[in-house]
């Protein structure tokens, strides 16, 4: 089965920007970024098909860019104009095949 692991969390400031990777083991179709926040479900926050069309949560709409490079079977997460309440485990998968899921990346806004 493909593996995945996200990349790129870390501690930033509000209004800051972090750029998240996802690195699979082989080929992946529809990916998305899910988030969960403690306490909270697990929530897509934005997704991609191969031929790079994209769609968003409105919570991330106009912050959040997703993007990937098929070969190197990698998708990206490009955040903006970060609030506290990005601050989450952020988790990709494949929205077709649904794989395990991976370690995640943490990422927290804090000043």
């Known amino acids: 089965q493909v593996q995945l692991v996200e990349s790129g969390g870390g501690l930033v400031q509000p209004g800051g920007s972090l750029t998240l990777s996802c690195a699979a083991s082989g080929i992946i179709f529809t990916m998305g970024w899910y988030r969960q926040a403690p306490g909270k479900q697990r929530e897509l926050v934005a997704s991609i098909t191969r031929g790079g069309r994209t769609d968003y949560a409105d919570s991330v709409k106009g912050r959040f860019t997703i993007s990937r490079d098929n070969a190197k079977n990698t998708v990206y997460l490009q955040m903006n104009n970060l609030t506290s309440e990005d601050t989450a485990v952020y988790y990709c998968?494949?929205?077709?095949?649904?794989?395990?899921w991976g370690q995640g990346t943490q990422v927290t806004v804090s000043s």
């Open positions: 998968n494949d929205l077709i095949r649904g794989l395990s």
